[in-house]
């Protein structure tokens, strides 16, 4: 056991303890609850002392385990103090040396005091205590040999490598020269933090890269974006065949920003009145390739004097909008919808506004010209005239009656009874 915990078969330099499983019978009762411990733990170093088993107390209490119930899955333990104290000081066997093997067997007693031995574990130890060394990061985009690295602008790729430099622990054993358990595999990691270089967040926790000495995150993958205006850098680690550790190297951070976007709109359309203007504002913006992608959020301005602009408010008169009925929608497409009226026609300078999520923005300005349409003249009363100006009052023609053969024409104003936009009503009809 260890943390993390050690590769099965080895004790090695993480190694806080170990566990041995020893059934006990359920029919034998004088091995239960006997007060001068019914298991004993014994360890051979097969490598310097093939015969000689040592036995392992427990360090607190100088003693077996009591046994508390029967069963073939209870585990009894040793730590690694307890071990190294027994192996340190036993004269057969010297202390437990980088190499050596171990080899466990149990025995149990009863009240009596009868002991009865165990067959030996088929599990041999080796002990390895020893980390393995990763060599400095020297190459990927998280390397520039000490300069400042280049910006990430709008890209996701990161790469990192290491030399082949990177090796497990030899070591020399009374002039023999032991060889370490050899390198397992190398596992990478990748931090984030904020501009000011301060640790925010884990963006890839451990990943086994096996032996190999480099990695490549594509920018086309699917996950683990990389955030504006952040840092990012590379951890790397080796785990011995035991399943030790090294320590860990760091590679410098990488600066990664978005790009605003750019927006565009075809200022030469103009808007009619009675007719929907639909135009496409275009915007440009590279984060929407990048693995978080992008959002954009777009706002429609109005100047009414020199220096005021107005937001427009599509939802109706209530909403207190700037124009004479509905001012311009624009939809999560960047599509400007919009019908002007009679009273909307003329000039009007035009704003519009592109902002990403990440607060980035750019804005276009355009003058918008709003051609009048001639609009064909309603008598102020009938089934068309509801159809098109229902919120205005009626005002129907008068029934009329005249004699043939007056000495004068007979005339009659009817002008008040029409309704043409693009008329005066001064002029007669």
Do not use: C
């Amino acid at each position: 056991y260890g943390n993390p915990t050690p590769t099965p078969g080895w004790l090695n330099g993480i190694t806080d303890s170990i566990s041995v499983v020893v059934p006990i019978p359920a029919e034998d009762y004088d091995l239960l609850h006997n007060p001068y411990g019914n298991v004993l733990i014994e360890l051979k170093n097969i490598t310097r002392a093939q015969n000689v088993w040592v036995p392992i107390p427990r360090l607190r209490a100088m003693q077996a385990d009591s046994i508390t119930q029967p069963g073939d899955d209870y585990p009894y333990f040793r730590t690694f103090a307890e071990i190294e104290a027994e192996l340190d000081t036993n004269v057969s066997v010297g202390e437990l040396l980088h190499g050596d093997e171990l080899r466990i067997r149990a025995a149990v007693s009863d009240r009596a005091g009868n002991k009865t031995y165990y067959d030996s574990s088929s599990t041999i130890l080796k002990y390895d205590p020893y980390k393995p060394i990763v060599s400095a990061i020297n190459g990927g985009n998280v390397f520039n040999d000490g300069l400042p690295l280049d910006t990430l602008v709008s890209d996701d790729f990161l790469s990192v490598s290491w030399s082949d430099e990177s090796h497990d622990i030899d070591q020399e054993v009374n002039g023999v020269i032991i060889e370490g358990s050899g390198i397992s595999n190398y596992d990478y990691k990748i931090n984030m933090y904020t501009s000011e270089d301060v640790y925010q967040d884990t963006l890839m926790d451990w990943r086994n890269n096996e032996l190999g000495m480099g990695v490549e995150l594509p920018a086309d993958r699917e996950d683990y974006g990389l955030k504006h205006d952040h840092k990012f850098n590379f951890l790397v680690r080796a785990v011995d065949v035991a399943g030790n550790v090294s320590e860990i190297v760091h590679s410098d951070t990488i600066y990664r920003k978005n790009t605003r976007p750019v927006i565009t709109i075809d200022s030469t359309i103009y808007a009619y009145e009675d007719n929907e203007y639909n135009v496409a504002i275009q915007v440009i913006d590279p984060d929407t390739a990048t693995v978080l992608g992008e959002q954009l959020r777009y706002y429609g301005y109005l100047q009414t004097d020199e220096s005021t602009w107005f937001r427009w408010k599509p939802q109706g008169p209530s909403a207190g909008n700037q124009f004479e009925e509905v001012d311009p929608d624009i939809d999560p497409n960047g599509i400007i919808t919009w019908i002007p009226t009679p009273r909307d026609t003329g000039n009007v300078q035009m704003r519009v506004t592109v902002i990403d999520n990440d607060d980035l923005s750019d804005s276009i300005y355009y003058m918008l010209r709003i051609l009048p349409t001639n609009d064909r003249p309603y008598f102020r009363f009938g089934d068309a005239w509801e159809e098109k100006y229902g919120f205005v009052q009626d005002l129907e023609l008068p029934d009329t009656s005249f004699n043939e053969d007056l000495a004068i024409p007979f005339s009659m104003p009817v002008t008040k009874y029409i309704h043409d936009e693009d008329n005066n009503d001064s002029t007669e009809i």
